[in-house]
């Protein structure tokens, strides 16, 4: 059974940088093929893809934050953190992490953590 | 990044289908097309994958199609349960990924 849960502050100040971990059980990112992406949800808004690592070290970001976004992966402690740096109040969003499988393309995510609530403010 | 266009809203009543566009903004939407339910404070469900697929659980209610630059998820049978807002996602070229702007599901 795969499981993911998000954890991090839940406020944070403008300017400061935000370290958010994904701790996950039921499979194993020295698996081929398997990836964690970090996903945020502003409040009453869209989806928003940020990043992803997969089991290679390979790892993707969104083209307009990828100066401020970090993604890393703690294989033997079954973690993938992001961190963002330079805050604003318009990061405040529910941020959450999923899994890639395997499966067919693996452009997808199947399983997905309940999210985390951050919100910027001083 | 190309955006991936959702209408804002659809609605139907209970038995009846529905059907969500996702429109690439430019080119051919991939062949990596899924689409994900969010029912409100929830974390968003897979409902299909890779344009067509259906994860083991998903009623076969649910099913996904593309031609050329649009890609379109349809709920047959619709029931009270399904109103929830609806995602797609699909790789946008250069390894990067983009979700579609969200469709509200209403059952009249």
């Known amino acids: 059974q795969i499981t993911l849960k998000e954890s991090g502050p839940t406020l944070v100040k403008p300017t400061q940088t935000l370290t958010l971990t994904c701790t996950f059980s039921?499979?194993?990112?020295?698996?081929?093929?398997?990836?964690v992406g970090w996903i945020r949800q502003p409040p009453g808004k869209a989806l928003e893809w940020l990043a992803l690592?997969?089991?290679?070290?390979?790892?993707h970001y969104r083209p307009s934050l990828k100066r401020r976004l970090t993604i890393a992966k703690d294989t033997s402690k079954n973690q993938v953190v992001l961190t963002l740096t330079n805050m604003d109040p318009v990061d405040t969003a529910t941020y959450y992490c999923?899994?890639?499988?395997?499966?067919?393309?693996?452009?997808?995510?199947?399983?997905w953590g309940q999210g985390t609530l951050v919100i910027v403010s001083s | 990044q190309s955006a991936l266009t959702q209408p804002r809203s659809v609605s139907g009543s209970p038995g009846h289908s529905v059907t969500i566009s996702c429109t690439k903004t430019?080119?051919?939407?991939?062949?990596?097309v899924s689409w994900y339910q969010q029912h409100p404070d929830k974390a968003p469900k897979l409902m299909i994958y890779?344009?067509?697929k259906r994860p083991s659980g998903v009623p076969d209610r649910f099913s996904g199609s593309k031609s050329g630059n649009t890609a379109s998820l349809t709920i047959s049978g619709l029931q009270t349960e399904d109103e929830a807002d609806y995602y797609c996602?699909?790789?946008?070229?250069?390894?990067?990924?983009?979700f579609g702007t969200g469709t509200r599901v209403t059952v009249l």
């Open positions: 999923a899994h890639t499988p395997v499966d067919g393309s693996g452009y997808y995510f199947d399983h």
């Open positions: 039921g499979f194993s990112l020295r698996t081929s093929g398997v990836g």
């Open positions: 690592v997969y089991w290679d070290d390979d790892k």
């Open positions: 430019s080119s051919d939407v991939y062949n990596y």
């Open positions: 890779d344009v067509n």
């Open positions: 996602y699909s790789y946008a070229g250069k390894n990067t990924f983009v």
